[in-house]
């Protein structure tokens, strides 16, 4: 009797050893599942928020649509600027437009409204000077860089996004991440672009037209007093425009100007005969050491 009891005793251990075992097998089996299955949305997700700002990359790439129906081609303006930079591939265009404007769209193509010239009455030198910084912003490749910033944080950020809020659904995912990043994208515009102004800046003034380009932003600053401060003071319109510049890419006329004429002295030093005989006597040094 005992023996049997003993018996039955040691098949029941092992079938529900069995069972214990066959119960973790599972449950091993069901968490590797959902790992998989978290890891493929990932892996979706991932892919799909690439490609969504590859292609809005791509598109940011390209020059705006519809610019070629209200653009002119200024012919000698492209000519003095392709000449002045050794790139014969520039062309200058007026755009119409109701407003005080010059941009360069990421090729060697440069843009100035048909207002800045009529409104700032601004000369054929300091037409140039501005062609030169908007030149400088492609010299610098400064739209790839934000282009480049804009697709690196649109991608990071939905992601991260995703995995903080595993609950919410893929595309609510995608669009809260991709507003966040807009407006992470608007706080480094401002950070990327104030230095970025002040190479197209001194990218002008190194070519010799820092003094056209001082007298152009000076009539600028003319222009935007007599629109926004019409009933303020003196110090409450440079207060104004100060709180404001904090807020966008370009930096206060003031600024630009400390910064022009500083790249002014460096260009001058540079042209200058002093330096010319400098460099030659350094030349010179280093060739004696080669030998």
């Known amino acids: ?25 599972y449950e091993n089996l069901t968490a590797l599942k959902e790992t998989s299955e978290i890891n493929a949305d990932r892996i979706s997700f991932a892919m799909i928020t690439i490609i969504v700002n590859i292609i809005q990359f791509l598109l940011r790439c390209k020059p705006p649509v519809g610019l070629e129906a209200y653009r002119i081609l200024d012919k000698k303006m492209s000519n003095i600027i392709g000449n002045l930079v050794n790139d014969m591939s520039v062309r200058v265009y007026m755009f119409k437009a109701d407003v005080v404007n010059a941009f360069n769209v990421g090729t060697s193509e440069i843009y100035y409204t048909d207002k800045l010239v009529k409104e700032l009455r601004i000369t054929e030198a300091e037409l140039i000077s501005v062609c030169l910084h908007e030149y400088g912003h492609y010299a610098g490749g400064h ?8 697709t690196a944080t649109g991608i990071v950020i939905p992601i991260l996004i995703r995995e903080v ?60 007093r007599k629109i926004h401060c019409k009933d303020k003071s ?35 030093l540079i042209n200058s005969k002093r330096f010319g005989l400098l460099v030659r006597f350094l030349d010179r040094i280093k060739g004696f050491f080669r030998s």
């Open 1 to 25: 009797m005992n023996s049997k009891i003993s018996k039955d005793y040691i098949e029941g251990s092992e079938i529900d050893k069995f069972i214990h075992e066959d119960k973790e097998l």
């Open 143 to 150: 739209m790839k860089t934000i282009n480049i910033t804009n």
């Open 165 to 224: 809020t595993r609950n919410m659904q893929s595309i609510y995912s995608l669009i809260v991440g991709k507003i966040i990043a807009a407006m992470v994208n608007s706080y480094l515009r401002i950070i990327i672009g104030k230095p970025q102004e002040y190479f197209s800046d001194s990218y002008a003034a190194k070519k010799g037209y820092g003094p056209q380009l001082i007298s152009a932003l000076k009539k600028l600053d003319l222009y935007v």
């Open 234 to 268: 003196v110090s409450e319109c440079d207060r104004m425009i100060e709180d404001a510049s904090k807020y966008d890419e370009h930096p206060t006329v003031k600024l630009r100007v400390d910064n022009i004429l500083q790249s002014s002295k460096i260009a001058s």
